[in-house]
């Protein structure tokens, strides 16, 4: 009888432990040039109510400037030489941006921007997002 309550209750622990395990997530599959323009466009909309031809030009834009940075990036590229690709990438789009959007778009455009650079982490180690306690 001590066996088969025993074997009960340890089934029953296990059952509760694995419920309590969160879901497992597959590796993240990396967007096409496609849906990364159309994932940008879409934003974009949301925060600033574009026009149909606003629209169309920046999509286009945004699916030829992602398939050039695919083919910039190699294996085993360097983090400043990385960080410089992106940063002329993110200048290219902000003159794309001023010439395509109104001035009270891109002044909307720029708030926001700023907005989530000031909610981004600042230095440190990559890895760590913000949990925990800082280490002194």
């Known amino acids: 009888m001590k066996k088969l309550l025993f074997l009960a209750i340890a089934l029953f ?3 509760a432990s694995y419920a309590q395990q969160p879901p497992q997530r597959g590796p993240r599959q990396r967007m096409g040039a ?12 949301k925060e600033l109510k574009l026009t149909e031809a606003q629209q169309k030009e920046l999509k286009a ?3 030829d400037s992602a398939k050039k940075r ?3 990036f190699k ?9 410089n690709l992106m940063k ?7 003159a794309k941006l001023k010439k395509v959007l109104t001035e009270e778009q891109y002044k909307t455009y720029q708030a926001n921007q700023e907005k989530r650079r000031q ?3 600042q230095g440190g180690n990559p890895g760590n997002r913000g949990g925990g306690f800082p280490r002194n």
Request: aromatic share 10%; no cysteine; proline share 5%.
């Open 34 to 45: 496609e849906e990364q323009a159309k994932f940008m466009v879409e934003n974009l909309n």
């Open 13 to 15: 622990t296990f059952i």
């Open 88 to 94: 002329k990438s993110m200048e290219e789009t902000n």
């Open 119 to 121: 909610a981004r982490p």
């Open 70 to 72: 695919e083919e910039s």
């Open 75 to 83: 294996p085993g590229m360097g983090r400043e030489a990385m960080m």
């Open 61 to 63: 834009y945004f699916i």
